[in-house]
T-cell receptor, first 111, second 118 residues
Framework: RKEVEQDPGPFNVPEGATVAFNCTYS??????FFWYRQDCRKEPKLLMS???SGNEDGRFTAQLNRASQYISLLIRDSKLSDSATYLC????????????FGKGTRLSVIA | GAVVSQHPSRVICKSGTSVKIECRSL??????MFWYRQFPKQSLMLMAT?????????EQGVEKDKFLINHASLTLSTLTVTSAHPEDSSFYIC??????????????FGNGTRLTVT
């Protein structure tokens, strides 16, 4: 079983739509969770951290369910510029341990 | 904000030659840097963890004699792909976390190096 699993998509949605991505992780000892965004042939960029209580940043809402080992990202009022690959990322423990990346979910927002 | 400079951004080399990729933290110190590799439509896979002043820690299946890592200062780590082959063609990305910051502090990524071995 992969450490971080995501539906690869693609998700093709019209502008203004709401879209949700899900992710599951296998290591129950995982401590930190993130969503990154990666544009084609570019490095990943941090979109937001994910906290146990859930958190929101503008049009983006992230949720974490530790019991189910499940993370979600909700994007409201999609913009064309949201088109990218969204990477679910998990850090297994504290300290200088590396990030573990999911394969990513591709989103295309269409005019 | 914190910036990681990775160079070169793109390189084409012949099979059998070596390529050095530099990863430099410009305005912060990084005791630890991570080297990832990404094949098309795949996730970023960790290759090795680079530790300043000591030997790198390699992930299973990554040959340490082929992918030489040097982290001689708190702001610079280098990855040398030795005797490159076409199957080494990939997108190599380094990342660094500022020394002394908390667990939820972000990793800062370089802009990646696209290596093509002909």
């Amino acid at each position: 079983r992969k450490e971080v699993e995501q539906d690869p998509g693609p998700f093709n949605v019209p502008e203004g739509a709401t879209v949700a991505f899900n992710c599951t992780y296998s290591n129950s000892a995982s401590q930190s969770f993130f969503w990154y965004r990666q544009d084609c042939r570019k490095e990943p960029k941090l979109l937001m951290s994910v906290y146990s209580s859930g958190n929101e940043d503008g049009r983006f809402t992230a949720q974490l369910n530790r019991a189910s080992q499940y993370i979600s990202l909700l994007i409201r009022d999609s913009k064309l510029s949201d088109s990218a690959t969204y990477l679910c990322v998990v850090k297994s423990s504290s300290g200088n341990t590396p990030l573990v990346f999911g394969k990513g979910t591709r989103l295309s927002v269409i005019a | 904000g914190a910036v990681v400079s990775q160079h070169p951004s793109r390189v084409i080399c012949k099979s059998g030659t070596s390529v050095k990729i530099e990863c430099r933290s410009l305005d912060f110190q990084a005791t630890t840097m991570f080297w990832y590799r990404q094949f098309p439509k795949q996730s970023l896979m960790l290759m090795a963890t680079s530790n300043e002043g000591s030997k790198a820690t390699y992930e299973q299946g990554v040959e340490k004699d082929k992918f030489l890592i040097n982290h001689a200062s708190l702001t610079l780590s280098t990855l040398t792909v030795t005797s490159a082959h076409p199957e080494d063609s990939s997108f190599y990305i380094c990342s660094a976390k500022e020394t002394g910051t908390g667990d939820n502090s972000p990793l800062h990524f370089g802009n990646g190096t696209r290596l093509t071995v002909t």
